[in-house]
């Protein structure tokens, strides 16, 4: 399993971080469940944030693909003067 990337991390974080304000600020509870739950559901966003992330990828070059000419023959080289 791949370790998750800086972005991914600050992303994840942000979203737990300004989730959990918003909802608590707009649902304005203070019951403890009611904070467990947006607490909860904060934490699931930000893990499906973190995760959506796209993670980088490493390019290769592809060698030139074979033709399906054969190669040309080589013409014999004369070293008579």
């Keep these: 399993m791949p370790r998750p990337t800086a972005a ?4 994840g974080s ?12 707009l649902s304005q509870t203070s019951s403890g469940l009611g904070i467990t739950v947006i607490a909860l559901a904060a934490l699931a966003l930000g893990l499906l944030v973190a ?3 796209p993670l ?6 592809e060698a030139p693909a074979a033709s399906t000419e054969p190669a040309p023959q080589e013409q014999p080289v004369s070293t008579a003067l």
Excluded: D, E, G
Excluded at 14 to 25: D, E, K, R, Y
């Design 14 to 25: 942000c979203t737990v971080i300004f989730s959990t304000l918003a909802m608590l600020l």
């Design 56 to 61: 980088p990828t490493v390019r290769t070059t």
């Design 51 to 53: 995760m959506t992330v």
């Design 8 to 11: 991914q991390l600050v992303y």
